[in-house]
């Protein structure tokens, strides 16, 4: 097996919380939008989801365009009729968002640290510009990075690019993430290593499937396992 010779870590939900404050900010609108529709009829959960997915490609990921789909949402579920106030309530969730603390998760800078003893590692995250750089300079990791990229969407093209410019072939990258879609099935399609550390809670847009069994993937509970994982594969012994 090729030697490893860079490691990338998502951000959200792998290195410190983010969902929760999503499913936060969802939770409440829903209290909103009661106010107008019967939420048992209206299904306003997957008409916003349906909405945040139609909206991407126009305002990206993260809290903004989370913000803007609301809006957009709660106009129509109402039939137009929510009021300035309420409107005015959907965007101070989205703020709320913007400005939550940034909570790691345990083991996280331990993890990073020690794999960074042995490899080059690079922070690879995607969303709203302004919000993902506050974060990343409040989690107190970045000295621990030698690149820190925030791209719009992490798919093959945007992988490949990536590895272009850091002069990496795929076989020698491996990529730590919570996300299946996002962080481990577009780095193992391009023949690169997946490590899958899973949070409790996963955004709807984010889930997918991959081989367990797949010889380049693995699963491990925390992040203080995922130097232990690259140590195995780097000796030869599948995960």
Not at 26 to 39: K, M, N, P, S, T
Not at 144 to 156: A, Y
Not at 159 to 181: D, P, Q
Not at 215 to 224: G, I, L, M, T, Y
Request: glycine fraction near 8%; charged fraction near 25%; hydrophobic fraction near 50%.
């Amino acid at each position: 097996m090729p030697t490893i010779r860079m490691v990338g870590f998502d951000a959200d939900d792998t290195l410190w919380h983010s969902e929760t404050y999503f499913q936060a900010a969802h939770a409440e609108f829903e209290r909103i939008v009661g106010r107008y529709v019967d939420l048992a009829d209206a299904g306003v959960h997957e008409r916003l989801l349906a909405t945040e997915r139609e909206n991407i490609r126009l305002f990206g990921y993260g809290a903004k365009g989370m913000t803007l789909s609301m809006i957009e949402t709660a106009i129509a579920l109402s039939g137009e009729r929510i009021s300035a106030a309420d409107l005015h309530r959907i965007v101070a969730l989205g703020k709320s968002i913007l400005q939550h603390p940034v909570e790691l998760l345990p083991g996280v800078r331990e993890a990073v640290a020690a794999v960074a003893a042995t490899h080059r590692v690079v922070l690879i995250t995607k969303g709203d510009l302004f919000h993902q750089e506050r974060k990343v300079a409040a989690s107190g990791l970045s000295d621990l990075f030698q690149r820190i990229e925030i791209v719009s969407e992490k798919d093959e093209a945007s992988y490949a690019r990536l590895l272009r410019e850091f002069e990496v072939e795929a076989g020698g990258f491996a990529m730590v993430g919570n996300s299946l879609k996002s962080d481990i099935a577009p780095v193992l399609a391009l023949g690169g290593w997946g490590i899958h550390v899973p949070y409790p809670l996963v955004w709807a847009l984010e889930r997918a499937e991959v081989d367990p069994a797949h010889p380049r993937f693995a699963s491990v509970e925390h992040a203080s396992a995922v130097p232990a994982v690259l140590a195995r594969w780097e000796e030869g012994v599948a995960a």
